[in-house]
């Protein structure tokens, strides 16, 4: 045998083995059969239909949103999520695709779970959710979710928290919390925070509606506390002027200039723009009374972050997908919140945020807090330590502290919450 002939038989050789093994690889079967027969007894079509028509409370428990709202949703998505069908398939409908979307972030079970309720194999289910969840956020965004861009806006924000909580010149409410996830894989200790879990964070600020006005998620666990801050978009703009705040004004009865801020816990550092609270050691009396009045305006985004994991259960448990899949799942439901709130009034329903008893002002609590929330899930920032500020930081505080102690600034119920 020459050498053409040998290499003519080692070409043949390869050819066979080549078949061989892709016969070997050939799937089974196209796809299975009770999968095949999602068009005809797929939860899609058969148990939402019936909550549709039969149990309208029900089917807002499914999904967390009404069939009203469902559609509305519906078409301002549908264009980015739609697929087109093919010789050799039909391709999953849009209104399965949301379907089954919402319902990973109600229930937050497993694809594998789904997939029996849906007929959609997880693999499959993966890919959808990723997609709905940035056609949600990137189509709601603008309307539902927008950030406050000009004075007048944060001057509306401001008015809103001086009527509702009596707490003049703030324009938001801002908090973070760690979105549990699964360590990803040869990601070290990139992820890995002080409740020696793997997370994310998710930075928010609240309106005194309990809106969102503005999030930024992403931020690796394993950054300090005032890192996560300083790591956002607000942070940035904040400092550069890119977000003007309205010029500093005199409170009522007073007479020092003070900037507009937001309210925030121990977790952030004081700045011109963030106010925080005294420490809780040892304080006077006027120091104690401008705690409560600070914790009274700031347990907004507190509600906030009890709601969205009330609503959507999928952040209450550590989520199996890569950190930039997580990102969007939880942007998606910041832009649910406050569609759901926009566009609805059963969503924050009596009883279902932090109320005040109208005759003893004592705080009731919400539904949410009596739901018992798994350990090592949606928890806070880690306190920060103890920093020093500046003489005019802490004038700010102080005025404000002075102004709650004038006729003009206090509330006749403060004095019974400082003993």
């Not at 849009?94 to 919402?102: E, K, N």
């Not at 020696?196 to 394993?222: E, P």
């Not at 409170?251 to 309210?263: A, E, G, W």
Request: contains cysteine; charged residues 25%; proline residues 5%.
């Amino acid at each position: 045998m020459d050498s053409r002939q040998a290499l003519a038989f080692i070409i043949a050789h390869n050819i066979v083995q080549k078949r061989k093994l892709k016969e070997k690889r050939k799937k089974k079967c196209w796809v299975r059969k009770w999968v095949d027969r999602r068009s005809d007894l797929g939860a899609a079509s058969n148990l939402v239909n019936e909550l549709r028509l039969e149990d309208a409370q029900q089917f807002k428990n499914f999904i967390r949103m009404s069939a009203v709202q469902f559609e509305m949703l519906l078409d301002l998505i549908k264009h980015q999520i739609v697929k087109q069908d093919t010789q050799l398939r039909e391709a999953i409908p849009v209104h399965d695709r949301l379907m089954v979307t919402l319902r990973f972030l109600a229930s937050g079970d497993a694809y594998s779970s789904l997939q029996y309720l849906f007929r959609i194999p997880p693999c499959t289910i993966g890919r959808i959710v990723f997609e709905v969840c940035q056609a949600i956020y990137d189509n709601l965004k603008e309307k539902y979710l927008k950030c406050p861009s000009s004075t007048e806006e944060l001057k509306k924000y401001a008015d809103q928290f001086a009527l509702k909580w009596q707490f003049p010149h703030c324009f938001g409410a801002i908090d973070g919390k760690h979105i549990t996830i699964v360590a990803p894989q040869n990601s070290g200790s990139l992820y890995y925070n002080y409740k020696n879990t793997h997370s994310i964070v998710l930075m928010g600020v609240a309106d005194a509606n309990y809106k969102l006005i503005y999030v930024d998620v992403g931020c690796n666990g394993r950054i300090s506390d005032g890192g996560v801050f300083n790591n956002c978009s607000l942070h940035d703009a904040l400092e550069s002027k890119q977000l003007t705040l309205p010029e500093p004004e005199a409170l009522p009865q007073k007479h020092l200039p003070v900037p507009y801020i937001m309210v925030a816990d121990d977790a952030f550092a004081m700045t011109s723009y963030i106010l925080k609270p005294y420490g809780f050691r040892n304080q006077p009396a006027p120091n104690r009374i401008f705690n409560y009045r600070l914790s009274r305006a700031r347990r907004i985004i507190e509600n906030v972050f009890g709601i969205m994991s009330s609503k959507f259960r999928v952040l209450r448990k550590p989520i199996h997908l890569a950190p930039h899949k997580v990102k969007y799942v939880t942007l998606a439901t910041c832009a649910l919140h406050n569609f759901l709130i926009s566009t609805s009034n059963y969503y924050l329903c009596p009883g279902s945020v932090d109320s005040e008893n109208p005759i003893t002002r004592e705080i009731v609590n919400g539904e949410w807090r009596n739901e018992l929330q798994p350990e090592g899930t949606l928890f806070p920032l880690e306190r920060g330590r103890q920093r020093n500020y500046s003489i005019s930081q802490k004038d700010v505080r102080d005025e404000f502290r002075e102004y709650f102690m004038t006729t003009a600034g206090e509330v006749q119920w403060q004095y019974q919450f400082i003993c």
